[in-house]
C-alpha cells in the first residue's frame, strides 16, 4: 500500500510586521520554512487549506510544500503553529525543511486501539499517562502515528510501558525513557460505604431500660413552694 502524499501549496510572502493583520483577514497565514543548511524564507498559504492539511499531518508527517517558483516541492514537517490565545485564530507556522538522507526527531502520536479486558469485566479503568512518543528516523520512515492494542490488558495493574511497543527498531530509534508507562489499568474506586449502627444486645437494653424506670420512679415529687416572707 502506497502511503499517501501530502502537499501544501504556498507562495512567497512579501508583507511583514503590522501588515500582516491585514493579511490574515484575508485568509492568509503567514508562514517560514528553515532547515539546518537553509536560508529561512518567507512564505504564505491559504489558511482553510492549511487546516485541513494539518488535521490530516499533525507534526510527526513527512509533508511537502509545493512553493510557488520552485522547481521541485520542499519536504518538511510541520514544526510550530502559533494560534491566538483567545480567539484560537491562526497567526503564524513554521514548516522544518528537511534532508531526505539524514535522521530527524519529531513527536509521534499513540493511538489505543480496542478494549481492555479489565474495562470490560469491570475490574478497572484505563488511564492513558502518555499520549506522544519521541522517535528518530529518516523522514520517509517517520510513522504518522503508533497503534497500541489495549485488549490484553486484564486486571488493575496491569500495563503497557514505551519499551513494550511492537516498532521496526532498524529503522525507528525511539528517545523517550522506555520504562515510561504508556496506558495502566486503573482499580475502580471502592464506593463509600454509611457506618450501621451497633446492635444492642437484648439483656444490656432490658437493664438500660429498668435502670431508666427506676430512676425515674426514685425522682422526688415537686416541693410545694414555700410562701415568701412578708415585708
Known amino acids: 500500500m502506497t502511503a499517501t502524499k501530502h502537499e501544501l501549496a504556498c507562495q512567497p510572502r512579501k508583507l511583514f510586521g503590522r501588515k500582516l493583520k491585514k493579511l490574515r483577514l484575508t485568509g492568509v497565514t503567514p508562514a517560514n520554512v528553515f532547515g539546518n543548511k537553509i ?19 499533525g507534526e510527526s508527517t513527512l509533508s511537502y510544500l509545493n512553493l510557488e517558483g520552485e522547481k521541485a516541492p520542499l519536504p518538511v514537517f510541520v514544526k510550530e503553529v502559533t494560534k491566538h490565545p483567545v480567539t484560537g485564530d491562526l497567526l503564524h507556522i513554521v514548516f ?3 534532508n531526505l538522507k539524514e535522521k530527524v526527531t519529531a513527536q ?9 479486558l479489565a474495562e470490560k469485566e469491570k475490574l478497572g479503568i484505563m488511564v492513558q499517562q502518555i499520549d506522544e512518543i519521541e522517535v528518530e528516523a529518516l523522514p520517509t520512515d517517520m510513522p504518522e502515528k503508533i497503534e497500541i492494542d489495549v485488549t490484553s490488558l486484564s486486571q488493575a ?15 525507528l530509534t525511539v528517545k523517550t525513557d522506555p520504562e515510561s508507562i504508556v496506558v ?17 444486645p437484648a439483656e444490656t437494653a432490658e437493664k438500660v431500660e429498668g435502670e431508666t424506670k427506676t430512676e425515674e420512679a426514685d425522682k422526688p415529687a415537686d416541693a410545694p413552694s414555700k410562701p415568701e416572707p412578708k415585708k
Open 39 to 57: 536560508t529561512s524564507v518567507n512564505i504564505q498559504t491559504n489558511t482553510k487549506e492549511f487546516q485541513k492539511f494539518y488535521s490530516l499531518v
Open 96 to 98: 522544518h525543511q528537511v
Open 108 to 116: 509521534v502520536p499513540l493511538l489505543l486501539v480496542g478494549e481492555p
Open 157 to 171: 495493574g496491569s500495563n503497557i510501558l514505551v519499551k513494550d511497543l511492537s516498532l521496526d527498531k532498524s529503522k
Open 184 to 200: 495502566q489499568i486503573e482499580a475502580l474506586a471502592k464506593e463509600e460505604v454509611a457506618p450501621v449502627a451497633a446492635e444492642v
